[in-house]
């Protein structure tokens, strides 16, 4: 792909969305999952888009397709893959809901997908960064943002090492990864605009998710457990270095 200039970085740092964007955000039905990795939400992302009632949202992104586990991404299933002019276009006529910059490549998320969305009667939704998620609750508070949360440290860090194709691989990337994770953990413990939900039993995860998303409610006693299992990650991560 091509570079991203000096012009679009700095587009892309003064972004807002348009009058449009932000009251497609405020009508849209929208549920974000968020978590660490190896939470699982790709997992539940999954069984949740066997529901014809939810749509993906496809961000846009500046990065070529990549191979997983031996399959290409496709354009238009994983992400819309596109040229930074094509992007420029796209933040000049304020295209995006929300747009940013990663080092080299740009990720962005159009209107069209939410407008599309909302055509269909279905859930938007999608897998975030709390970075993301921060973005969208500066336009509506009325987004879901779903924390997905492991059983428990021991499961989430087994979780996580079967990702890697030796322990030695494992090792180099782990201060990251505790890193990431213990940013992510802090920040969503401290914002109490999102639903938590333990990825235990993948059905029961699943259902849970499904009843926030359509219904923007969650039983109390659930949220509290899942808040107190995250804090439990998070003391942890705080002891290993």
Not at 217 to 232: F, K, L, N, W
Request: net charge negative; charged share 25%.
């Amino acid at each position: 792909m091509t570079a991203v200039s000096d012009s679009l970085t700095q587009k892309i740092k003064n972004y807002s969305p348009s009058v449009e964007a932000k009251q497609l955000v405020a009508r849209a039905q929208i549920t974000f999952l968020v978590g660490i990795a190896g939470a699982g939400k790709d997992t539940i992302m999954r069984h949740l888009l066997e529901d014809e009632g939810f749509y993906n949202i496809v961000s846009h992104t500046t990065r070529a397709p990549r191979s997983n586990n031996g399959i290409l991404e496709q354009d238009g299933r994983e992400y819309h893959f596109v040229s930074p002019q094509e992007v420029e276009m796209m933040v000049d006529n304020q295209a995006f809901i929300e747009v940013k910059q990663v080092h080299s490549t740009v990720y962005g998320t159009s209107g069209g997908e939410l407008a599309r969305a909302m055509t269909a009667g279905k859930v938007a939704i999608t897998d975030i960064d709390v970075q993301g998620v921060d973005e969208y609750l500066a336009v509506s508070s009325r987004v879901r943002p779903i924390f997905i949360v492991p059983p428990n440290y021991q499961v989430w860090l087994e979780r996580l090492k079967s990702r890697y194709a030796s322990e030695t691989e494992f090792t180099q990337e782990w201060p990251a990864r505790r890193e990431s994770a213990i940013k992510e953990l802090r920040h969503v413990l401290g914002n109490n605009s999102y639903f938590f939900v333990v990825n235990n039993e993948l059905a029961t995860a699943v259902r849970e998710v499904q009843t926030i998303a359509k219904s923007g409610e969650q039983d109390v006693d659930i949220s509290t457990h899942g808040r107190m299992v995250a804090q439990a990650i998070l003391e942890k991560l705080e002891q290993r270095v």
